[in-house]
C-alpha cells in the first residue's frame, strides 16, 4: 500500500484505509470511505496542493491529509 500522496498524476488507486488524525472525518466526508476509488488529477507545480477525483467530483486536497489516505494502486 502506499500514500495517496505517492500516486503520480493520471494514476487510479483503491482507498484501502484512512489513519485516525485530525483529518478523518473532514476526509470521510468528501467521499474519502475505504473502497472507493480515486484518480490524480493534477500535481501543482510545487507539488502541493493535488487534484483528486473522488465520488463523482474534483476536489484538491494538501499533501498532508492525502498522506493519512492509504491506497492500493491500479
Keep these: 500500500m502506499k500514500k495517496l ?4 498524476a493520471g494514476r487510479k488507486a483503491i ?3 484512512i489513519q485516525k488524525d485530525d483529518f478523518f472525518l473532514k476526509l470521510m466526508e468528501m467521499g474519502f470511505i ?3 476509488q480515486v484518480k490524480i488529477e493534477q500535481v501543482a ?3 502541493d496542493p493535488i487534484s483528486v ?4 467530483y474534483n476536489l484538491s486536497l494538501r499533501l498532508n491529509e ?3 489516505i492509504l491506497v492500493e494502486e491500479i
Design 5 to 8: 500522496s505517492e500516486i503520480p
Design 15 to 17: 482507498i484501502k484505509e
Design 34 to 36: 475505504p473502497g472507493e
Design 45 to 47: 507545480p510545487l507539488g
Design 53 to 56: 477525483y473522488v465520488a463523482g
Design 66 to 68: 492525502a498522506e493519512s
